[in-house]
């Protein structure tokens, strides 16, 4: 068994971004070893019901969460934030804060949680900081270093003892500077 674990993940349900369905996901999960997983589709938890009693059949930790996107204070243009649930208060949030954002945060038809929403749901929630994608990625590889230092902060006060700043390593354009970077900062 290793101690790896997946927890940015996508399924068919986030739509045109992944194909993977649910029992493939956690057929390879198993086959590696692994002992859990996070399903984080974009925007919804439509999988969540599938994942979560096939992934305890076959002996795998679900862990659930969501890829969103969060108005930034600082930016022009919302980033990325993953959030995991971490008990069933933070599922409670969760659902609360995806909701929100359909019913009065969207934008273009993005669903979009505004960042104030946090304030007082953050209690349950685990946050990764979203990659090059998120606020602090994206400050990171516009030269706004200080900036992004100082949003740091207010990450970990939002979320005190739950906010991991991602790293992922797939190839993609800006990602060793955004890694050497993110790596400094933490």
């Not at 949680?113 to 994608?133: E, K, M, Y």
Request: proline share 3%.
């Amino acid at each position: 068994m290793t101690n790896f674990v997946h927890l940015r993940v996508h399924s068919e349900y986030s739509l045109a971004d992944s194909i993977i369905r649910v029992p493939a996901l956690l057929s390879a999960v198993r086959e590696r070893g692994m002992p859990s997983v996070a399903l984080t589709d974009w925007h919804n938890l439509f999988a969540e019901v599938k994942f979560y009693r096939e992934a305890l059949k076959q002996g795998i930790k679900p862990l659930i969460g969501v890829d969103c996107l969060v108005a930034s204070a600082v930016l022009d243009k919302p980033a990325e934030l993953v959030l995991l649930v971490q008990n069933e208060i933070g599922y409670k949030h969760l659902t609360g804060l995806i909701s929100a954002a359909y019913q009065r945060g969207q934008v273009r038809g993005v669903p979009i949680i505004d960042s104030q929403w946090l304030v007082n749901h953050t209690d349950g929630l685990i946050a990764l900081s979203g990659g090059r994608g998120g606020e602090l990625g994206k400050l990171l590889l516009s030269g706004q270093t200080e900036r992004a230092v100082r949003q740091l902060k207010q990450w970990q006060t939002l979320f005190p003892g739950r906010f991991y700043l991602e790293v992922q390593r797939t190839g993609r354009a800006n990602e060793e500077s955004y890694i050497q970077q993110v790596v400094d900062l933490a």
